[in-house]
């Protein structure tokens, strides 16, 4: 089992539509997981942290399900400017280095 | 934003020829990172340097070779690369270690490094 997985995609959606990625992990002791953003040929930066509980941003909310090792993004009312990959980065332990990314959620907001 | 800069944008190279790859950061981190970002594959962490100490080297083949001359400046050296090495490598800092919700990597916007 791949250590982060998710759906490649693409997500064609229409504008104001909602959309969810979901991405699961296969490493239990996972401490900390976040939610990057990649505009095409630019480099990745932070969207949002997912905290235990779940915590939102305005349009975007972030979901953790420790039992079934996966995180989620809801994005509402989506916007053009939204168009890019996502990424589901996990942080496996205290300590380590190695954060775990994912390969990437693709999203196209069409008009 | 120019809190993390790379140089140069793009590098095409041949696979006898040695370049180096830069990285700056005005954030006052103190660790800084190269990544390497290859098509359909996620982000490989190469070297990882705290407080200019190389801390974590991922198994990455001797033809790269990073070098940190202070916690501002990351470097690394290429030198008889193969055509697979082609890809985004980025640079990127951080305040400290991952730990927690609230750790961050700030990104550069990378090197796209083609060789021929």
């Known amino acids: 089992r791949k250590e982060v997985e998710q759906d490649p995609g693409p997500f064609n959606v229409p504008e104001g539509a909602t959309v969810a990625f979901n991405c699961t992990y296969s490493n239990s002791a996972s401490q900390s997981f976040f939610w990057y953003r990649q505009d095409c040929r630019k480099e990745p930066k932070l969207l949002m942290s997912v905290y235990s509980s779940g915590n939102e941003d305005g349009r975007f909310t972030a979901q953790l399900n420790r039992a079934s090792q996966y995180i989620s993004l809801l994005i509402r009312d989506s916007k053009l400017s939204d168009s890019a990959t996502y990424l589901c980065v996990v942080n496996p332990g205290a300590g380590s280095y190695q954060l775990t990314f994912g390969k990437g959620t693709k999203l196209s907001v069409i008009p | 934003e120019t809190g993390v800069t790379q140089t140069p944008r793009h590098l095409v190279m041949g696979m006898t020829n040695k370049k180096s790859l830069k990285c700056e950061q005005h954030l006052g981190h103190n660790a800084m990172y190269w990544y390497k970002q290859s098509a359909k594959k996620p982000l490989e962490l190469m070297f990882v340097?705290?407080?200019?100490?190389?801390?974590e080297n991922n198994s990455v083949p001797s033809r790269f070779s990073p070098e940190c001359p202070n916690s501002s400046h990351l470097f690394l050296h290429l030198h008889t690369l193969q055509p697979e090495d082609s890809a985004l490598y980025l640079c990127?800092?951080?305040?400290?270690?991952?730990?927690?919700?609230?750790?961050?990597?700030?990104f550069g916007n990378g090197t796209r490094l083609t060789v021929t």
């Open positions: 990127a800092s951080s305040q400290e270690l991952p730990e927690g919700v609230r750790f961050t990597l700030h």
């Open positions: 340097y705290n407080f200019k100490e190389q801390t």
